[in-house]
Structure formats: structure tokens, C-alpha cells
């Protein structure tokens, strides 16, 4: 929801003449929507991380002896 509310104050600032105060307070919003959208990303990222690094031991290649 918060990238579809983040894309649509994008698309108002690209699009639309817009008083200047609507204007900053959109692209205030936009800028505090963004930073709520990179924590999530950044957050789904570590826990993607973490468990690539659980799985990984069961698929590294033991050398042949």
C-alpha cells in the first residue's frame, strides 16, 4: 500500500500543477513514503540474506578426498 501511495504522489508531482505548499507537502510525504519503503526492502533483504546463509551448508560441495 505505502508503494502505491508513493507512486501516486510521484505521479501527481510529475503530472500536475499543484499549488506550491500542496506541492512540498506531497513531496515531503513522497520522501517519508520512500524511506518507509527502503526499510521494508532493506529489512526483507537481511532476513532473504540470513536464510540464504542457513541454507547454503547444505549445499556447499565437500572437497573429495
Do not use: H, W
Not at 519503503?37 to 532476513?47: A, D
Request: a negative charge; glycine letters at 4%; aromatic letters at 10%.
Amino acid at each position: 500500500q505505502a508503494y502505491d501511495l508513493l507512486e501516486e504522489a510521484v505521479n501527481q508531482l510529475e503530472n500536475e500543477a499543484l499549488p506550491m505548499e500542496e506541492s512540498v507537502a506531497l513531496y515531503v510525504r513522497a520522501g517519508e513514503l520512500m524511506s518507509f519503503c527502503m526499510e521494508q526492502l532493506n529489512g526483507y533483504n537481511r532476513k532473504i540474506e540470513a536464510t540464504d546463509r542457513k541454507l547454503s551448508q547444505y549445499f556447499t560441495e565437500e572437497p573429495n578426498e
